[in-house]
């Protein structure tokens, strides 16, 4: 599944069009590797989301076309969520 898509089924981002925009600025790795919009995104994949000082590592749990709420939760683990300050310090 492309990874825009995945983005948005598992509601870590709400649309699909920012999940495009954000792959096209560079800001979505997966694995490690800068990601675009139509790159492959499978279960075990490790996804960093760069937004502004916002930096979210997420594991791939499940890939499906489409989710419920309820069930989006169970698509990804969150490993690392930081906010990064001005002064270059994380915190969590």
């Known amino acids: 599944m ?9 509601r870590l981002i709400k649309r699909r069009e920012t999940a495009k925009q954000l792959c096209d600025d ?4 997966i694995n490690g590797k800068p990601a675009k919009a139509m790159s492959e995104i499978h279960a ?3 996804l960093l989301l760069i937004m502004g000082k916002h930096r979210i ?3 791939v749990i499940l ?3 489409f989710a419920k709420k ?3 939760k169970e ?3 969150i490993l690392t969520d930081e906010i990064s ?5 994380t915190l969590n």
């Not at 492309?2 to 598992?10: N, Y």
């Not at 560079?26 to 790795?29: A, E, L």
């Not at 300050?85 to 310090?89: F, I, N, P, R």
């Open 2 to 10: 492309r990874v825009d898509k995945w983005l948005k089924v598992s």
């Open 85 to 89: 300050s001005e002064s270059g310090t």
């Open 26 to 29: 560079g800001d979505v790795f």
């Open 44 to 46: 075990g994949d490790t």
């Open 63 to 65: 890939v499906k076309p």
């Open 57 to 59: 590592t997420a594991k």
């Open 75 to 77: 698509m990804f683990e």
């Open 70 to 72: 309820e069930e989006a």
